[in-house]
T-cell receptor, first 115, second 112 residues
C-alpha cells in the first residue's frame, strides 16, 4: 500500500513558469513533510519541509502548501530556471515516541525546465 | 565537511555472493538509515537505526542485514545477492526524528 502518492510523474515547464507537484498521504500519524531534490548521480538533498501546524511555507522561490483536512501537500517553484531541472520527491514521516521509522517517499517527479 | 560517505560507488556482484556496503557519517547523528532507489519506485526504507546498538526493519528488509556498533558507521550487508537487489542504495543520517536527513552519494549495485 503506497502511503504517499505523488503526481505528476514528469513535468515540462518553460523558464519562468510555475511547476506544481502534488502529494497525498494516507497515514494521519505523519507530522513532517519534506521535499527532496535529486540531480542525476547524486543523493537527494532537502529542499524545504513543513509541519502540519502551518498551511504554507516559503523559502526563496520554493513554496509548500499544506491542506491537513484533505491530507494533501504541494510544491510550487516560482520563476523556474533550467537549473531547477531535477527529480523531486515528497516524503512524510512520523515521530513515534522514542523512535523514527524513516521517511516514506513518493515515487518522484522528473521536472524539466526548458530555456 | 565530509557528511555522509558511502563506499563503494559502484559494484557488480554475481548471484549468491555476499558483500557489505559501507556508510559513515561525521556529524554525530544518532539516526541512520538505508534506502534503495529503483526506477519509478522512489526511495524505500530497508533498515534504520536510532543509535548505536539499536536497529529495526523498514519496508523492504528481506535479504539485508545491518548492525550499528558505533555512532559513525552503519554498514549494510547483502547475505546472498540476487538480481532483484540490483538498485542504487543510499545511506542517510539525521540528528533526530523529523529533522533534515542528509544522504550519501549512493552505491550503484548490479547483481548478475
Amino acid at each position: 500500500q503506497q502511503q504517499v502518492k505523488q503526481s505528476p510523474q514528469s513535468l515540462i515547464v518553460q523558464k519562468g513558469g510555475i511547476p506544481i507537484i502534488n502529494c497525498a498521504y494516507e497515514n494521519t500519524a505523519f507530522d513532517y513533510f519534506p521535499w527532496y531534490q535529486q540531480f542525476p548521480g547524486k543523493g537527494p538533498a532537502l529542499l524545504i519541509a513543513i509541519r502540519p501546524d502551518v498551511s504554507e511555507k516559503k523559502e526563496g522561490r520554493f513554496t509548500i502548501s499544506f491542506n491537513k483536512s484533505a491530507k494533501q501537500f504541494s510544491l510550487h517553484i516560482m520563476d523556474s530556471q533550467p537549473g531547477d531541472s531535477a527529480t523531486y520527491f515528497c516524503a512524510a514521516s512520523s515521530f513515534t515516541g522514542g523512535g523514527a521509522d524513516g521517511l516514506t517517499f513518493g515515487k518522484g517527479t522528473h521536472l524539466i525546465i526548458q530555456p | 565537511n565530509a557528511g555522509v560517505t558511502q563506499t563503494p560507488k559502484f559494484q557488480v556482484l554475481k548471484t549468491g555472493q555476499s558483500m557489505t556496503l559501507q556508510c559513515a557519517q561525521d556529524m554525530n547523528h544518532e539516526y541512520m538509515s538505508w534506502y534503495r532507489q529503483d526506477p519509478g519506485m522512489g526511495l524505500r526504507l530497508i533498515h534504520y537505526s536510532v543509535g548505536a546498538g539499536i536497529t529495526d526493519q523498514g519496508e523492504v528488509p528481506n535479504g539485508y542485514n545491518v548492525s550499528r556498533s558505533t555512532t559513525e558507521d552503519f554498514p549494510l550487508r547483502l547475505l546472498s545477492a540476487a538480481p532483484s537487489q540490483t538498485s542504487v542504495y543510499f545511506c542517510a543520517s539525521s540528528a533526530g526524528p523529523n529533522t533534515e536527513a542528509f544522504f550519501g552519494q549512493g552505491t550503484r549495485l548490479t547483481v548478475v
